[in-house]
Nanobody, 119 residues
Framework: QVQVVESGGGLVQSGGSLRLSCAATGSLFNILAMGWYRQAPGTKRNMVARITRIGSTDYAESVKGRFTISRDSTKNTVYLQMNSLKPEDTAVYYC?????????????WGQGTQVTVSS
């Protein structure tokens, strides 16, 4: 079974930093990208940062310059370094693993981890 396990969430003061980790294990093949999404109360889940299998990155405009995504492909692990955190970053953060199978993308998701930024 595929498992996506996240860690690193928690409570931090405004201006502080957190580093999220996500490790994907199991029968994972043809990973296209791994990334982080977040969902604040009353909102839809939105992309925060993604990194593709060739190493290209994509960030939400709201986090550019503050967040950095990185990976360890040998371990199917992705990290999100979050600096200069703001209260508006408060959300549940979900790890995403996008794979290619049968000519279509299939996504695996972590359970989500709460990030709370106090003012």
């Amino acid at each position: 079974q595929v498992q996506v396990v996240e860690s690193g969430g928690g409570l931090v003061q405004s201006g502080g930093s957190l580093r999220l980790s996500c490790a994907a294990t199991g029968s994972l093949f043809n990973i296209l990208a791994m990334g982080w999404y977040r969902q604040a109360p009353g909102t839809k889940r939105n992309m925060v940062a993604r990194i593709t299998r060739i190493g290209s990155t994509d960030y939400a405009e709201s986090v550019k310059g503050r967040f950095t995504i990185s990976r360890d492909s040998t371990k199917n692990t992705v990290y999100l370094q979050m600096n200069s955190l703001k209260p508006e970053d408060t959300a549940v953060y979900y790890c995403n693993v996008a794979t290619l199978g049968s000519a279509k993308e299939y996504d695996y998701w972590g359970q989500g981890t709460q990030v709370t930024v106090s003012s």
